[in-house]
């Protein structure tokens, strides 16, 4: 029996046409059993993956990713489709007047000339929006909790200072971490697993509002040290097989004595440009 051939690859209306095959009942039996609740690792795994091509800076890696998180947009939405919620066209159509209605200073008649402008309009059309609703939310609210800890702390952080909850300084932050540190030292003294780990909390989290007054997001820098250890890691263990040995007898000074060794050709790299 001769397959179907599959649609025309241009345009989001040939994906619609890709979904609704693999989801007939003629179609792919995985594709057919998914879920909203089903995908949602996949949504997610996708974004990262988004990130981590964004990150590596190959733009075909980058298209590529971009287009497997619009698969699943494309996903959820035949989902809803067939529900009788909303279409992909619902879904465009609603994200085009919102961000005309969150952009005033550009179709409508407000002014905002900075960035710091612009996010403190779009906050308050935020909040405006959401009392529209009905919504009686805390401030703080609304700030997804599958969020990474690290960026939903950053935003929660962020949020707060909107509201005029925040140092003063960075210098302050800082001071504030010394004082963190100290208590967590103190827990760790006590050994009392549910200490130490408020304490620890209270660390990162202060950590993380040091990152913010600098400007730098902690899930970026914490995702780049992951890649740099990573890195750095493999070329001890790649460096231990080459010689004839392996991580489990290896000695601890040889392979921080190969961990140097990458750390440095990382260095030498960034200054030649290679």
Request: charged fraction near 35%; aromatic fraction near 6%; proline fraction near 3%.
């Given at each position: ?209 040091i990152g913010r007054f600098l400007q730098v ?58």
């Open positions: 029996m001769t397959k179907d051939k599959s649609p025309e690859k241009t345009g989001i209306p040939s994906l619609e046409a890709l979904m609704e095959r693999l989801r007939a009942p003629d179609g792919c039996p995985w594709d057919k059993e998914q879920t909203m609740q089903s995908l949602t690792p996949f949504i997610i795994e996708e974004a990262y993956e988004v990130v981590s091509a964004i990150d590596s800076g190959d733009m075909d890696h980058i298209r590529e990713e971009l287009g497997d998180l619009l698969f699943q947009v494309i996903f959820v939405s035949q989902l809803a489709k067939e529900e009788g919620r909303f279409t992909l066209s619902d879904v465009i159509a609603g994200s085009h007047e919102k961000m005309v209605r969150r952009h005033p200073h550009v179709f409508g008649e407000s002014n905002a000339d900075t960035s710091e402008a612009v996010l403190k309009q779009w906050a308050e059309i935020k909040k405006a929006e959401k009392k529209g609703l009905g919504k009686s939310e805390g401030y703080l609210s609304g700030i997804p909790e599958v969020l990474p800890a690290l960026l939903r702390a950053h935003k929660i952080s962020q949020k707060a200072s909107k509201a005029g909850f925040d140092w003063q300084s960075v210098e302050e932050v800082l001071d504030k971490l010394d004082e963190e540190t100290g208590e967590f030292k103190e827990a760790v003294k006590s050994r009392t697993a549910a200490d130490m780990e408020e304490e620890l909390g209270d660390m990162l989290f202060t950590m993380v509002n997001n902690p899930e970026d820098a914490l995702r780049r040290t992951i890649s740099k250890f990573i890195s750095r890691f493999h070329h001890v263990e790649r460096s231990l097989i080459q010689k004839g040995g392996d991580l489990s007898t290896a000695e601890m000074s040889e392979m921080e004595r190969l961990w140097q060794e990458a750390k440095a050709s990382e260095k030498k790299n960034a200054k030649t440009g290679g």
